[in-house]
């Protein structure tokens, strides 16, 4: 006799809801790694920072923990329709969005309409920049959502993406 193929049989309602929900809870959260699954809002200019960013991530040593589900390459397509359906899906699939904030981003019309997709959402969303002190020209989301914004530090990053995954 075999075992372990009960289908669910036994389950109450209430223990079925239970496991449904925390299936939910784990995929929203991240890997069980203590990553959180995270979106990277970027100006396109600047792939080469934030493919550093992602680098970070990957590095064990790192305090900065994440699974990126942002887009590696731009979709291959000048429909803004297709383009948004995907983004939306990759945004849904995270807890929080990062947004890369440097002189170019304030005039990414993808970038703030990333935030406002985020936030829709319900997503937490953290600015960061690199440098001493942040851009002087942001993303309009973020000023008029009042973003959070930290400098790119490893403990800093990691404590606001923490910070905002919770808060959702």
Not at 120 to 129: F, I, L, P, S, T
């Amino acid at each position: 006799m075999g075992g372990g193929s009960g289908g669910g049989r036994g389950l109450t309602p209430d223990e079925l809801k239970n496991l449904q929900e925390k299936a939910k809870k784990s995929l929203k959260d991240g890997d069980g790694t203590g990553k959180c699954n995270v979106f990277i809002s970027f100006s396109s200019e600047d792939l080469g920072e934030v493919n550093l960013l992602r680098g970070q991530a990957k590095n064990e040593n790192s305090d900065i923990e994440f699974n990126d589900w942002s887009l590696k390459e731009p979709f291959d397509s000048k429909k803004a329709d297709y383009i948004k359906r995907g983004i939306r899906e990759r945004i849904r699939q995270c807890s929080v969005t990062v947004v890369y904030i440097s002189d170019k981003t304030a005039d990414s019309k993808w970038v703030n309409w990333e935030i406002q997709e985020s936030i829709a959402m319900g997503k937490g969303v953290v600015a960061m920049h690199k440098g001493n002190s942040a851009p002087t020209r942001l993303p309009k989301a973020v000023t008029e959502n009042k973003v959070p914004i930290v400098p790119w530090n490893q403990k800093e990053l990691a404590k606001a993406i923490k910070k905002q995954s919770e808060n959702r």
